[in-house]
T-cell receptor, first 116, second 115 residues
Framework: NAGVTQTPKFQVLKTGQSMTLQCAQDMNHEYMSWYRQDPGMGLRLIHYSVGAGITDQGEVPNGYNVSRSTTEDFPLRLLSAAPSQTSVYFC???????????????FGPGTRLTVL | QQPVQSPQAVILREGEDAVINCSSSKALYSVHWYRQKHGEAPVFLMILLKGGEQKGHEKISASFNEKKQQSSLYLTASQLSYSGTYFCGTERPRVLIQGAQKLVFGQGTRLTINP
């Protein structure tokens, strides 16, 4: 099992450019999430998905789009990059054991994004 | 709403104990604890689901007081490998049983262990 993989590891964009951060998992997890991490802010939820075709907004969704066409993949799209989106982005997945149960979130290695 | 962690940072000598607290103003369904080393992804430590539940992982244990909406992480006889930033993630009671697992993380507690 590769677990949760993210590409690219590093990215530099110019203001106004668009790009897609890739996330994939091979654990057949239903839940997938995107977080951003800024110094002193902890991890903030951007978007999440409970299964293929189902997504919803988290705490800080503005400027980002997601889609989930397969169980394995959950890409994050930056529509028009801004310097405020400079951050480390983590993708995470978890398996819902049963109704109402919480489960471990497995994090990918992260993507370090700089917007100039 | 983001849970509040305290202290923000703590420095210990190897072998000393530490307690990290996580407090929420909202009712909680579960509390998750993660540790993150510099430049790496967060790594799961434990989940607490029931009021008053206490779990352990080697010399790291945690408690969850559902009524007070608080959780504490206890590190006993700390080792150099315990250094890192600790995050609590809180989950509100779900409206639907099949509802999504939405974790809201605290700002983190940086733990430094010196020899």
């Amino acid at each position: 099992n590769a677990g949760v993989t993210q590409t690219p590891k590093f990215q530099v964009l110019k203001t106004g450019q668009s790009m897609t951060l890739q996330c994939a998992q091979d654990m057949n997890h239903e839940y997938m999430s995107w977080y951003r991490q800024d110094p002193g802010m902890g991890l903030r939820l951007i978007h999440y998905s409970v299964g293929a075709g189902i997504t919803d907004q988290g705490e800080v969704p503005n400027g980002y789009n997601v889609s989930r066409s397969t169980t394995e993949d959950f890409p994050l799209r930056l529509l028009s990059a801004a310097p405020s989106q400079t951050s480390v982005y983590f993708c995470a997945s978890s398996y819902r054991k049963g109704q109402g149960n919480s489960d471990t979130q497995y994090f990918g290695p992260g993507t370090r994004l700089t917007v100039l | 709403q983001q849970p509040v962690q305290s202290p923000q940072a703590v420095i210990l000598r190897e072998g000393e104990d530490a307690v990290i607290n996580c407090s929420s103003s909202k009712a909680l369904y579960s509390v998750h604890w993660y540790r993150q080393k510099h430049g790496e992804a967060p790594v799961f430590l434990m989940i607490l689901l029931k009021g008053g539940e206490q779990k352990g992982h080697e010399k790291i244990s945690a408690s969850f007081n559902e009524k007070k909406q608080q959780s504490s992480l206890y590190l006993t006889a700390s080792q150099l490998s315990y250094s890192g930033t600790y995050f609590c993630g809180t989950e509100r009671p779900r409206v639907l049983i099949q509802g999504a697992q939405k974790l809201v993380f605290g700002q983190g507690t940086r733990l430094t262990i010196n020899p």
